[in-house]
C-alpha cells in the first residue's frame, strides 16, 4: 500500500483534524481508521476526498510522502539534462546502473523503460557508443502504442528515447502530437513539451532526408499558436525552418540566413552549450 494511510495520518494529525470530522457519507470513521493503520485500502475516489477535506492536494501530498524529495522520475530528469548539456556520459552510466538495479530487484516495467531512455540519450551524446538493441526498442514501442492517452510519463519518456527509435515510428507517434497540443494549451509544461517532441521529429526527418514528413511538421508547428514565452522554441522552429530550406534546396539563401541568426540568438545570450550543440545539430541535418 506504500504507506498512503500511515503519511495520510501524519498530514491530518499536524493539522489537527480528527477522524471524526472527516467521516461522511461516503467514507465512515472505521474506513479511515483501518486505511491510516495499513490494514485495509480505500478507491482513489474516496482517497482524493479525503485530501479534499484536509485541503491539500495530491501533489502536496505525495511531496510530502516523499519525504520533502522531489519525484524519482524528475531527478532522473534533472541528471539527464545536466549530462547533456556537460557531455557528463559517466555520470548517466551510473544512472543507467542504477535503473538497471532498480528493474532486477523490483521487475517494475518503468524502471525498464528508464533505463531505455537513459540509453537512448547516451546514444545521442556518446558517438553511438550504446545502442538500444530489437527488444528494447520493441518494448518502448509496443509501450507507447497502448497508451490510448499520453500524460507527462509518456511524452517525457518518448521525447528523450525518440533520437533511437526507427524513423517511420517516430512519424507514426509525433503526427498525433498536434492533437494532443490541442488539448494541452492549457497546460503549461506539457504544452512546452509537445511543442519540444515536434521540433524534434522535424529535426530527425530534414536529418534522414524525410522531405515530405519534415514539410508537414513544419506546415504543423506553423499551423499551431505557440505561446510567445517559448522563446527557445521559437529560435529552434527558425533554425530547422533554415535547415529544411538549405538541405532540399528550396531557398538556400534564406535558410543560410535563418540559420545563422538562430545560432547567433544563442551567442548573444551566452548560451555557448546550446550553440555548440545546435551548431553540431544543424551540420548533421545539412550532411
Same mark, same amino acid.
Given at each position: 500500500?506504500?504507506? *498512503?494511510?500511515? @503519511?495520510?495520518?501524519?498530514?491530518?494529525?499536524?493539522?489537527?483534524?480528527? %477522524?471524526?470530522? +472527516?467521516?461522511?457519507? @461516503?467514507?465512515? =470513521?472505521?474506513?479511515?481508521?483501518?486505511?491510516?493503520?495499513?490494514?485495509?485500502? %480505500?478507491?482513489?475516489?474516496?482517497?482524493?476526498?479525503?485530501?479534499?477535506?484536509?485541503?491539500?492536494?495530491?501533489?502536496?501530498?505525495?511531496?510530502? =510522502?516523499?519525504?520533502?524529495?522531489?519525484?524519482?522520475?524528475?531527478?532522473?530528469? $534533472?541528471?539527464?539534462?545536466?549530462?547533456?548539456?556537460?557531455?557528463?556520459?559517466?555520470? +548517466?552510466?551510473?544512472?543507467? &546502473?542504477?535503473?538497471?538495479?532498480?528493474?532486477?530487484?523490483?521487475?517494475?516495467?518503468?524502471? =525498464?523503460?528508464?533505463?531505455?531512455?537513459?540509453?537512448?540519450?547516451?546514444?545521442?551524446?556518446?558517438?553511438?557508443?550504446?545502442?538500444? &538493441?530489437?527488444? #528494447?526498442?520493441?518494448?518502448?514501442?509496443?509501450?507507447?502504442?497502448?497508451?490510448?492517452?499520453?500524460?507527462?510519463?509518456?511524452?517525457?519518456?518518448?521525447?528523450?528515447?525518440?533520437?533511437?527509435?526507427? %524513423?517511420?515510428?517516430?512519424?507514426?507517434?509525433?503526427?498525433? /502530437?498536434?492533437?494532443?497540443?490541442?488539448?494541452?494549451?492549457?497546460?503549461?509544461?506539457? *504544452? #512546452? %513539451?509537445?511543442?519540444?517532441?515536434?521540433?524534434? $521529429?522535424?529535426?530527425?526527418?530534414?536529418?534522414?532526408?524525410?522531405?515530405?514528413?519534415?514539410?508537414?511538421?513544419?506546415?504543423?508547428? !506553423?499551423?499551431?499558436?505557440?505561446?510567445?514565452?517559448?522563446?527557445?522554441?521559437?529560435?529552434?522552429?527558425?533554425?530547422?525552418?533554415?535547415?529544411?530550406?538549405?538541405?532540399?534546396?528550396?531557398?538556400? $539563401?534564406?535558410? !543560410? =540566413?535563418?540559420?545563422? &541568426?538562430?545560432?547567433?540568438?544563442?551567442?548573444? $545570450?551566452?548560451?555557448?552549450? +546550446?550553440? &555548440? /550543440?545546435?551548431?553540431?545539430?544543424?551540420?548533421?541535418? *545539412?550532411?
Amino acid at each position: 500500500m506504500n504507506n *498512503l494511510g500511515f @503519511y495520510f495520518r501524519t498530514i491530518r494529525e499536524s493539522k489537527n483534524i480528527s %477522524i471524526s470530522s +472527516l467521516a461522511d457519507e @461516503y467514507i465512515s =470513521k472505521g474506513m479511515i481508521s483501518k486505511f491510516e493503520r495499513e490494514e485495509s485500502d %480505500i478507491s482513489t475516489t474516496r482517497f482524493f476526498h479525503l485530501l479534499e477535506k484536509i485541503k491539500i492536494s495530491p501533489n502536496e501530498y505525495f511531496f510530502l =510522502k516523499n519525504q520533502y524529495k522531489s519525484d524519482d522520475f524528475e531527478e532522473i530528469l $534533472t541528471t539527464i539534462q545536466q549530462c547533456v548539456l556537460s557531455g557528463n556520459t559517466k555520470k +548517466l552510466v551510473l544512472l543507467l &546502473d542504477k535503473e538497471n538495479t532498480a528493474f532486477t530487484l523490483h521487475e517494475n516495467k518503468f524502471h =525498464k523503460l528508464n533505463c531505455i531512455m537513459i540509453k537512448a540519450v547516451l546514444k545521442e551524446i556518446s558517438a553511438n557508443q550504446y545502442q538500444l &538493441d530489437s527488444e #528494447e526498442i520493441e518494448f518502448i514501442i509496443d509501450y507507447l502504442f497502448r497508451c490510448e492517452n499520453w500524460y507527462h510519463y509518456e511524452m517525457i519518456l518518448y521525447a528523450n528515447s525518440m533520437g533511437a527509435l526507427p %524513423i517511420e515510428s517516430i512519424i507514426a507517434f509525433s503526427k498525433n /502530437i498536434p492533437q494532443k497540443i490541442m488539448l494541452m494549451k492549457n497546460s503549461g509544461k506539457m *504544452l #512546452e %513539451i509537445g511543442f519540444n517532441v515536434i521540433l524534434n $521529429t522535424l529535426g530527425l526527418c530534414i536529418k534522414n532526408n524525410y522531405k515530405d514528413a519534415a514539410h508537414y511538421f513544419l506546415s504543423s508547428l !506553423d499551423n499551431l499558436t505557440m505561446p510567445e514565452v517559448m522563446l527557445f522554441e521559437h529560435t529552434l522552429l527558425r533554425l530547422y525552418k533554415g535547415a529544411f530550406l538549405k538541405k532540399f534546396a528550396i531557398d538556400i $539563401t534564406e535558410g !543560410d =540566413k535563418l540559420i545563422t &541568426d538562430s545560432l547567433l540568438v544563442f551567442q548573444l $545570450t551566452q548560451c555557448t552549450e +546550446l550553440y &555548440d /550543440i545546435f551548431f553540431n545539430t544543424v551540420n548533421e541535418m *545539412l550532411v
